[in-house]
């Protein structure tokens, strides 16, 4: 439920216009714990029991009493992202990695290009910095990524470019050819590409980050490897842009536990195989249930599938929430449009068994 807005006492001090003018962004965290997640885009069963096992051993109160210390750490983590620890900064999640990119390439009235619908925190760290924001919208209803219209709208007063790769809620992808396309149009500008959803679909711009100085690239530990109550995400890109995101950027904002469950993460890459495996077995299973029930939905190259529910889209949330299983309307940005993340087998039949039993209601 939304806070009742507190009226201004006399003598407050009036906010920025930025913030005066924004949309509130909270998204529905509460009272999640027991039920079925299928919300969030999380990993649905939690991180590897390593990453439980190496917090319980090597936390002390040694570690807690200092400032994290980074360097041992980004020499493991550039190893399983295949980078120099020169090319990347941890980051409080990938949010920190938005907002750190902007807070260094993006003044107050610059052009900052985004798609619609994506992922709120690009508009929102944008509006904050007092960006001017092009929204370049995805079709209804295919979704598929919209180049063409994207580079039509890069022009030379672009300053920055954030696309989401696979994207969210939509879940579809571009190919590494059509990012390169725009890393050329917008040479000007600096171009985010978040990552979050990498594991899924194999694509990856990373690749590229030392030969095009333009390019940036995020990725989170908050999805596939179960650890988003950590808050951590990695921001890559050419090493002498690195310096410049060092400075725009709060030198602990990444703690320590954080930093430690990440290195006993990468080190059980069995356990995300694993779980890319199952959960691409799962989205099989949730489109054939789709299908069979006549709801259409957007081909998905994430964990999650993005249908089209018409009128009946909160109905189905609501109704799907009584027997403890969440799902996320998006009809405020895809109009009839409701977000399945796709966790298990055994979760999945659980999803479509229920919703085929509200469908057919
Ligand atoms: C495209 C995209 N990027 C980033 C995030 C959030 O990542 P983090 O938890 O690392 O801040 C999400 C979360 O839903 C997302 O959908």
């Known amino acids: 439920m939304a806070a009742k807005k507190a009226k201004l006492p006399k003598g407050a001090i009036q ?6 003018q924004m949309a509130p962004y909270s998204p529905p965290t509460a009272g999640r ?6 919300d969030f885009n999380e990993n649905t069963v939690g991180c590897s029991p390593r990453v439980i096992a190496a917090i319980r051993d090597r936390v002390e109160a040694g570690m807690l009493a200092v400032y994290p210390e980074y360097g041992a750490a980004k020499h493991a983590i550039a190893r399983y992202f ?5 090319q990347f900064v941890f980051t409080n999640g990938t949010d920190e990695a938005i907002q750190v990119f902007i807070n260094t390439y993006i003044d107050d009235g610059q052009e900052v290009v ?5 992922y709120a925190m690009y508009r929102f760290y944008a509006e904050m910095a ?10 209804q209803p295919g979704m598929e990524f919209p180049l063409e219209a994207l580079l039509e709208a890069i022009t030379p007063r672009t300053r920055a470019v954030l696309l989401a790769n696979p994207n969210s809620p939509t879940g579809t992808g571009i190919s590494l050819l059509g990012i390169e396309r725009i890393l050329h149009r917008a040479r000007q500008a600096a171009v985010l590409v978040d990552e979050a959803y990498y594991e899924f679909c194999g694509v990856t711009a990373l690749t590229e980050i030392e030969r095009v100085p333009n390019l940036f690239v995020c990725r989170t530990f908050s999805k596939v ?12 890109s050419h090493e002498a842009n690195i310096e410049f995101l060092h400075k725009a950027q709060s030198p602990y904002s990444v703690n320590a536990l954080a930093v430690e469950a990440a290195l006993a993460a990468v080190e059980d890459t069995g356990y995300v195989e694993g779980y890319v495996a199952e959960v691409l077995a799962a989205r099989e299973l949730l489109c054939v249930g789709l299908e069979r029930m006549g709801i259409a939905f957007v081909p998905s190259s994430a964990n999650f599938v993005l249908g089209h529910f018409g009128a009946r889209a909160v109905e189905v949330r609501d109704a799907l929430r009584e027997q403890a299983i969440l799902v996320r309307d998006r009809s405020y940005e895809a109009p009839g449009c409701v977000r399945i993340t796709v966790g298990t087998r055994e979760q999945t039949r659980r999803l479509v068994t229920a919703l085929e039993e509200i469908w057919t209601r």
């Open 114 to 118: 985004v798609l619609k619908p994506a």
């Open 82 to 86: 295949r980078v120099k620890p020169e």
């Open 33 to 38: 714990s027991g039920k079925l997640r299928l």
């Open 130 to 139: 007092g960006a001017k924001i092009k929204e370049v919208p995805y079709p």
């Open 15 to 20: 906010p920025r216009a930025a913030v005066l």
């Open 225 to 236: 490897f179960g650890m988003a109550a950590m808050r951590l995400g990695c921001l890559f």
